[in-house]
């Protein structure tokens, strides 16, 4: 998700919305292991190798704190879930 879209939150309507088209980059160790691309729904499926992943998008914001968590642990023989928050930086 990302959010907020907009300077002031109405009751009854959503203030964030799907990542959608957004190049995501997995490091480990400081070097890119895998990068995906979010769907229009901002849904996305990437295999990485078990262990501690450093998170972050391909064009990173110049203003908001981004994306978090900005780490993540997959953990080993099984498939692990990570629901991502993209800050807009709009007050």
Do not use: H, W
């Not at 070097?31 to 262990?51: H, N």
């Not at 998170?55 to 991502?84: D, H, K, L, M, S």
């Amino acid at each position: 998700m990302r959010g907020p879209v907009m300077p002031v939150c109405i009751i009854g309507k959503p203030c964030d919305e799907p990542a959608a088209n957004v190049k995501l980059v997995f490091l480990r160790n400081g070097k890119a292991v895998a990068s995906v691309r979010t769907a229009r729904d901002g849904r996305y499926r990437v295999a990485l190798a078990p262990g501690v992943y450093r998170i972050r998008t391909a064009a990173q914001p110049a203003i908001g704190r981004g994306i978090e968590p900005q780490t993540v642990r997959v953990p080993r023989g099984r498939c692990a879930r990570v629901n991502f928050s993209i800050d807009t930086g709009i007050r």
